[in-house]
């Protein structure tokens, strides 16, 4: 239902052969650098492209004079001092044997990549109130850039896009998440905001990681040969959206180097029967992207899944659990990463929520607070911090309680469950003291676990007074149903 317009997968060889960009007549810019972008504010920002081999080249903008000469490969690239908003400018890139090129109407401001699967892809008419949110978007210094999609077998110099003032015109079929984000901090920080929109349905974090970074983790050797063992038997499977890289290699490589402040992330429900694993993937590609990018600590803002009935029963609900347990684990692990909880908002017969609005809302709160100062705002639910024992209860303590923990409904908080040394999960009551609660089962006397919201239709109530969600989580540490699944 979103998907966009797709690159011909078969025949890929040759379209790559195109996107290599041998030395030409003319200046040859990649598809990101273009009329109508922008450049990421308070950076450097490389300049890139391809022109004869050792020809001069000249780049011009917003006072700045960048030179330098194109290598054997014809390949080019300079990098502007940081540069500071302003008015609409151009950008002139001369070359000594390859005449001009002119990039009009190109802002300085915010740039973010808007990156995941179908929830990320879902566009901005397929939300609730969707064609009174197109109407409404005219915001000319917002820019939008939506990548097509293609698998590649190897990284790719080049993709296809081209960058767009946000109108009701342009923005019908990009990111509504995206969107809504950038909407936010236009609102807030009053600069331009530039969104590329990088998504696929329906595929795994390993397509969005690099070859090289997914065979640095032992851990993950069992998915490459699985995949290895796959393309070997059937070729059709080396175009498959699904392989390993192949998602990096057609729609992430070729925006590099492009400057960025950060990126934001919808995605884990084709990672869900594979939870386990998704501690080590997920947190494999943040530092991949952060590596190409050349940014040890680029801002990587995601959402956390929505709870959505997958049909499976008895234990194998808890999956769902776990992929949010990888994700927790990796916001409170991983350096300048946040997360935006959606259990509030999941539509249980419905993987795709409609509710994007809050979604945007809740990242942009996480970016306002963490990145640009605000740091007065509530940005996130209650959180798991630790817990105590108290006789025949359980004590548990949040970072995030914002002014307070509360409920949605008034009622007491619910989706808690409570265990003994057996192991053996029952139901609990859950009580708000100040900003702690405290659980208790009547079957458990004696009790060493608490589990909140540890099944795929979780509908809890906890938040705090800011009306953010809380996260699901477990107290234990014993054995997941996806544990070593590859």
Not at 174 to 203: C, E, H, N, Q
Not at 210 to 215: G, I, Q, V, W
Not at 346 to 362: A, S, T, Y
Request: proline share 7%; aromatic share 8%.
């Amino acid at each position: 239902m979103f998907a966009k317009r797709l690159l011909p997968c078969l025949g890929l060889v040759a379209v790559l052969a195109g996107l290599a960009a041998p030395a030409t007549a003319e200046i040859k810019l990649p598809a990101v650098l273009g009329d109508n972008m922008v450049l990421q504010r308070d950076v450097p920002v490389p300049i890139w492209g391809w022109a004869e081999p050792g020809e001069d080249i000249t780049v011009q903008f917003a006072g700045q004079t960048a030179k330098t000469k194109a290598g054997e490969d014809g390949r080019w690239q300079v990098k502007l001092e940081p540069l500071a908003v302003g008015e609409p400018a151009e950008l002139i890139i001369t070359g000594s044997a390859s005449g001009k090129r002119t990039l009009t109407n190109v802002l300085v401001g915010e740039v973010w990549v808007c990156s995941g699967q179908s929830n990320m892809e879902m566009s901005l008419r397929a939300v609730a109130n969707g064609e009174a949110e197109v109407a409404e978007a005219k915001h000319p210094r917002i820019r939008l850039f939506m990548v097509e999609n293609v698998v590649a077998d190897k990284p790719a110099s080049d993709c296809k896009g081209t960058w767009a003032e946000c109108a009701p015109a342009t923005v019908g079929n990009f990111s509504a998440v995206g969107y809504f984000f950038g909407r936010d901090l236009l609102t807030k920080l009053d600069v331009p905001v530039g969104l590329i929109d990088s998504t696929w349905g329906g595929t795994p974090a390993e397509s969005w990681t690099s070859r090289e970074a997914l065979e640095a983790k032992p851990a993950l050797a069992p998915l490459l040969k699985r995949w290895d063992d796959a393309v070997a038997a059937d070729a059709n499977a080396a175009v498959s959206p699904h392989r390993p890289a192949g998602l990096y290699n057609g729609m992430i490589a070729p925006l590099l180097p492009y400057a960025l402040r950060g990126a934001i992330w919808y995605q884990g429900e084709s990672n869900v029967g594979r939870a386990h694993q998704y501690r080590t993937l997920f947190p494999t590609m943040i530092e991949d992207w952060r590596s190409r990018w050349g940014q040890p600590e680029m801002p990587f803002g995601f959402v956390q899944i929505a709870p959505f009935d997958y049909g499976s029963r008895g234990a194998e609900a808890a999956a769902c659990a776990e992929l949010w347990e990888a994700q927790l684990m990796t916001v409170k692990n991983v350096p300048a990463v946040g997360m935006a909880v959606t259990m509030d908002i999941g539509e249980l017969k419905d993987i795709h929520p409609r509710n994007k609005q809050d979604v945007g809302k809740r990242l942009a709160l996480w970016a306002l607070a963490t990145i640009h100062g605000q740091s007065d705002l509530v940005h996130s639910g209650p959180i798991y911090k630790s817990m105590k024992v108290e006789g025949d209860a359980i004590r548990l303590s949040f970072d995030h309680a914002g002014g307070g923990l509360a409920t949605l409904d008034g009622k007491a908080p619910s989706e808690f469950t409570i265990a003994g040394a057996d192991e053996v999960f029952h139901p609990a009551e859950a009580k708000i003291d100040g900003d702690t609660l405290v659980v208790r089962g009547g079957e458990v006397k004696e009790p060493v676990a608490v589990r909140f919201a540890w099944h795929h239709s979780a509908q809890p109530n906890l938040i705090n007074k800011e009306r953010l969600p809380a996260s699901p989580f477990r107290t234990d540490s014993w054995k997941g149903v996806t544990e070593g699944r590859d």
